[in-house]
């Protein structure tokens, strides 16, 4: 696999993500806005944070938070205008900071005009558009399907919600008895990438510094090794080569060996699927939990067979959270999300942190769903910003917010935190700088497991390059623990909760501690 040119800014990104709906709202009518974004920029530079992902914010009836597309080259109105996202990317960019907007290939909403146009009886360009099969008494095997709502004979596969047709990329080994499973090479598939590419150029000229892609590892159908979406990123990764030679490219595809191979610089480990990423914060005995019942082996069996096949580039992704799971905080309580952190800033590929995880916002309970979110809702309610009306989120009455705030007696709130010496935040803050200031702990440093045996504690891991090597001990049970390691520890640079002692080729580790320490 030949390795692809990767942007110079990602080998020391951090990212923090933005759900535009929850972030800032400046028009006081209860969801968050571009200028909201705008007006935050300095908080999140602030922090140490230099690259934004930003979730979908082009036009959409919100039938899945913005997942669902109608149009792809304007601003959804609730958001602002196309103007001002180019102030948005100006604004980034005057920061030395960078922007991926959230690219949805897979799918689009039903009321795009193209989905529009393929439900009409009359052939016409956009009538392969999307999976449509032959006859409304067939519906695709293993996809979900519209049908009966158009003059139209056939049913038409969707991709996630049954108002998310899937767009037609072909089949990649179509069954020669079904006609409607196009190839990759017809004219309809071959259509939807080159528009695909239209999209990707509009953004990219405005001042876009590449994308997320949704559910990359998605779009050529009847794919199970993947070969064909490879070749089809691999198509795109051409184009970009040749016009945007500096457009980031990051995957949720949860299988680094592919997306890498098909072109992206890096991938998102995903908490679904074979990563075992959930084994660390979220399920029943995390590994983060001072309870100190968790396994980390798993995880990291996993993590090195990945790395290995992604030619031990560190281009995996571990996030904090995302709009898609529950809080951090809803599972890791107190100083263990300060040791998840010391982990999370600390491993190779660039750290996603999602919004409000710095603070240690919760996952709020009980909330009916909004646009699609159903048991996510509650972790995409708005920021604590400060102790203005509405936590500084939004001056629009309470019963308007976009997703109902978190009212509990001990949420966290941003200006306090900041205001904190021994706070979350200032814990992220401080981390993030000994990441930047320790180029073994950049996003391409090597790494070795030291210590990382099954239902035990401690996590012991070596991150080097040719200039230096950093030991990362990583204890979040609530008792002492110790390992087998002859490294000498030379220098301390960060450490959080007691003092390590070393002797007789081991290290002892006292409880609810992360350090790292430059040996010999």
């Known amino acids: 696999m030949s390795m692809i040119n990767q942007p110079k800014w990602l080998n020391n990104a951090v990212f923090y993500e933005i759900y535009p709906q929850s972030f800032c709202d400046t028009n006081a009518d209860g969801i968050g806005d571009i200028n909201g974004i705008i ?17 979908p914010c082009f036009a959409s009836p919100f ?14 109105p609730r958001y602002g205008t196309n103007e001002d996202i180019k102030r948005l990317f100006s604004e980034v960019h005057k920061r030395d900071m960078h922007l991926l907007l959230d690219l949805v290939p897979g799918h689009t909403s039903v009321e795009h005009k193209w989905f529009k146009e393929s439900l009409k009886a009359e052939r016409n360009e956009f009538s392969d558009r999307y999976v ?27 991709n996630f919600f049954s108002h998310q047709p899937a767009l037609n990329y072909g089949f990649y080994k179509p069954d020669p008895d079904k ?14 990438l080159e528009e695909l590419k239209n999209i990707m150029r509009f953004w990219l000229k405005m001042g876009a510094d590449g994308f997320r892609v949704d559910m990359a590892g998605s779009l050529v159908k009847h794919d199970e090794e993947g070969k064909g979406t490879i070749k089809l990123w691999q198509n795109v990764r051409a184009f970009l080569d040749k016009e945007f030679p500096l457009a980031a490219m990051v995957s949720e595809w949860g299988e680094p060996d592919k997306s890498l191979q098909g072109g992206f610089h890096m991938d998102f480990l995903l908490h679904f699927g074979p990563s075992h990423y959930n084994d660390l914060f979220r399920c029943e005995e995390p590994f983060f939990s001072s309870r100190g019942k968790g396994d980390v082996s798993e995880f990291v069996k996993k993590y090195i067979e990945n790395y290995e096949k992604s030619q031990r580039k560190g281009l995996i992704c571990i996030p904090s959270g995302n709009h898609d799971m529950d809080r951090l905080a809803r599972s890791i309580k107190g100083d263990n999300l300060k040791i ?27 909330l009916v769903s909004v646009e699609g979110g159903y048991g996510r809702t509650g972790s995409r309610s708005p920021m604590q910003w400060d102790d203005g009306i509405n936590d500084g989120f939004s001056s629009a009455a309470k019963e308007k917010l976009y997703i109902k705030m978190d009212d509990s007696i001990d949420r966290p709130i941003a200006s306090k935190q900041m205001a904190d010496e021994n706070s979350l935040y200032n814990e992220v803050k401080k981390l993030i700088s000994i990441r930047q200031a320790n180029s073994a702990l950049l996003s391409k440093g090597e790494i070795e497991f030291i210590y990382a045996e099954k239902n035990e504690y401690p996590l012991c891991y070596l991150r080097s390059d040719e200039k230096q090597k950093i030991l990362v001990i990583i204890n979040p049970a609530d008792r002492e623990v110790n390992f087998p390691c002859d490294y000498k520890l030379k220098e301390k640079i960060y ?8 002797e007789n080729g081991k290290i002892s580790v006292p409880p609810c501690f992360a350090g790292y320490y430059v040996i010999e």
Do not use: H
């Open 340 to 366: 998840a952190f010391a982990f999370l800033l600390s491993m190779p590929g660039a750290p996603f942190i999602y919004y409000g995880d710095e603070i240690g916002m919760n996952y709020v309970e009980n």
């Open 39 to 55: 007006s935050k920029l300095d908080y999140i530079k602030s922090l140490g944070c230099n690259a934004i992902w930003m979730n």
């Open 63 to 76: 039938g899945d938070a913005g997942y669902d597309v109608s149009d792809y080259y304007t601003v959804a």
């Open 132 to 158: 449509w099969t032959d006859s409304i008494w067939e519906e695709p095997q293993g996809m979900g399907c519209i049908r009966g709502i158009s003059d139209r004979d056939g049913s038409c596969a969707v």
């Open 495 to 502: 450490s959080f909760g007691g003092t390590v002692t070393a």
């Open 179 to 192: 006609k409607w499973q196009q190839s990759t090479d017809s004219e309809g598939p071959k259509a939807t």
